[in-house]
């Protein structure tokens, strides 16, 4: 069996990517680093608040450069998902 026929068939498998699914994607990897989000393969990984916080600068820094280039949705979804992250690295600070 060659490889070409698995590349296409993960290739199809994936969806079309847009802003949206991009920092639905980052932030639920710093879900998964804050221990809020299981892994994709199940384990249970180890809380790593630097890499939350790497993932939620980078979120910030998409918000500071995409102003005024988003829809309303986008635009309401990055904010949200900054808030709700912020508030999750908190209050994993205490744990």
Do not use: C, W
């Given at each position: 069996?060659?490889?070409?026929?698995?590349?296409a068939?993960?290739?199809?498998?994936?969806?079309?990517?847009?802003?949206?699914?991009?920092?639905?994607?980052?932030?639920?990897?710093?879900?998964v680093?804050?221990?809020?989000?299981?892994?994709?393969?199940?384990?249970?990984v180890?809380v790593?608040?630097e890499t939350?916080r790497?993932?939620?600068d980078?979120?910030?820094?998409?918000?500071?450069?995409t102003?005024?280039?988003?829809d309303?949705?986008?635009h309401?979804?990055?904010?949200?998902?900054?808030?709700d992250?912020?508030?999750?690295?908190?209050?994993?600070?205490?744990k």
């Open positions: 069996m060659s490889d070409a026929g698995s590349d068939e993960a290739t199809q498998a994936l969806a079309p990517i847009d802003f949206s699914t991009h920092i639905l994607s980052l932030a639920s990897s710093a879900l680093a804050l221990g809020a989000l299981p892994s994709p393969s199940g384990e249970e180890p790593d608040r939350a790497h993932l939620i980078v979120l910030a820094m998409l918000e500071i450069k102003k005024g280039n988003l309303d949705s986008e309401k979804l990055l904010a949200s998902l900054l808030y992250l912020r508030v999750a690295f908190v209050d994993a600070g205490r």
